[in-house]
């Protein structure tokens, strides 16, 4: 596709359940970067995938977070045993050069996450 | 540790007239700096960036941003505003080698006609 791409847009789960968000990078781009976006808050940097290199997690919030990338392609953040301050916009990001240069990053429209 | 401010939360502008958006940072070391806008229900979109070289950076949509290391702000301007401008605008910097991009809280701009 043209950009990067996110599903579901909107989720809705119960406190307790887990949750698994989608992100599709453009096609190409070799990093992949997850945020938080909280009502009233900037973005909240969670973790960066480089290729094949070991992921930067120095930003996951807790150990019920992770996410994985396959193939270095889609990436999957799971969250674990939801809990209401989870509630956010989670968006990815993907671009072409390596982090730590002047690259673009490139933001999908983001998933809707409500923990009731 | 790096670090972005945008101490207004609210910017409004009368359609016509030019526009600030304010940013400050702190870096250890020489930054990027990255404004990015988002529009209602849609995702972040890049505007423009600082690497090196000329202090005064041109992007899209017509806004542009001076690079002022002595007081260490990125400021986002346009000479005359538009309603379809009106938007989120988060400012971001990254420390040269780091991984991770750190954004301000956002600044709302209004602009009225």
């Known amino acids: 596709g043209a950009g990067v791409s996110q599903s579901p847009s909107n989720k809705v789960t119960e406190k307790g359940k887990d949750v698994e968000l989608r992100c599709d990078p453009i096609?190409?781009?070799?990093?992949l970067y997850w945020y938080r976006q909280s009502l009233g808050q900037g973005l909240e940097f969670l973790i960066y995938f480089q290729g094949n290199s070991a992921p930067d997690k120095s930003g996951l919030p807790s150990d019920r977070f992770s996410a994985e990338r396959t193939g270095g392609s889609v990436s999957t953040l799971t969250i674990q045993r939801t809990q209401q301050e989870d509630s956010a916009v989670y968006l990815c990001?993907?671009?072409?050069?390596?982090?730590?240069?002047?690259?673009?990053?490139?933001f999908g429209p983001g998933t809707r996450l409500t923990v009731l | 540790a790096q670090s972005v401010a945008q101490p207004e939360d609210q910017v409004n502008v009368a359609e016509g007239n030019p526009l600030t958006v304010k940013c400050t940072y702190s870096?250890?070391?020489?930054?990027?700096l990255f404004w990015y806008v988002q529009y209602p229900n849609r995702g972040l979109q890049f505007l423009l960036k600082?690497?090196?070289?000329?202090?005064l950076v041109k992007g899209s949509y017509g806004f542009e941003a001076e690079f002022n290391k002595s007081q260490t702000s990125f400021h986002l301007k346009k000479p005359s505003a538009l309603v379809s401008d009106s938007a989120l605008y988060f400012c971001?910097?990254?420390?040269?080698?780091?991984?991770?991009?750190?954004f301000g809280a956002g600044t709302r701009l209004t602009v009225k006609p």
């Open positions: 096609s190409g781009h070799t990093a």
């Open positions: 971001a910097v990254r420390d040269r080698g780091n991984n991770d991009m750190r």
């Open positions: 990001a993907s671009s072409l050069v390596p982090a730590g240069g002047p690259d673009t990053q490139y």
């Open positions: 600082y690497i090196t070289g000329d202090n």
């Open positions: 870096v250890s070391g020489n930054p990027y």
